[in-house]
Nanobody, 115 residues
Framework: QVQLVESGGGLVQPGGSLTLSCAAS????????MGWYRQAPGKQRELVAT???????NYADSVKGRFTISRDNAKNMVYLQMNSLKPEDTAVYYC?????????WGQGTQVTVSS
């Protein structure tokens, strides 16, 4: 079992930056592939970025070059640095931990990009 708690969401102007954090507990954090997903109103949840146990990363095309995912295994933390934010980045952002068929989700944190 893995428990995940996201933080760092909020309201930001277009072009601004935010860093999301996800604190994990309950299992051996370093063996999990960690990810950030988002869900905008009326849309399906979509992948934003993932980072494997050996820190290989993958990004959705829509965020490449603007977002950076990272992890600190010593602190059981995963981060999402978001730069050059756009209104279309507005969504609830969810942290995910995955290993084989097991997947765990946080409760989500709202990010709103608006002037």
């Amino acid at each position: 079992q893995v428990q995940l708690v996201e933080s760092g969401g909020g309201l930001v102007q277009p072009g601004g930056s935010l860093t999301l954090s996800c604190a994990a507990s309950g299992s051996i954090f370093s063996i999990y592939t960690m990810g950030w997903y988002r869900q905008a109103p009326g849309k399906q949840r979509e992948l934003v970025a993932t980072i494997t146990s050996d820190s290989s990363t993958n990004y959705a095309d829509s965020v490449k070059g603007r977002f950076t995912i990272s992890r600190d295994n010593a602190k059981n933390m995963v981060y999402l640095q978001m730069n050059s934010l756009k209104p279309e980045d507005t969504a609830v952002y969810y942290c995910n931990a995955r290993r084989y068929a097991n997947a765990y989700w946080g409760q989500g944190t709202q990010v709103t990009v608006s002037s």
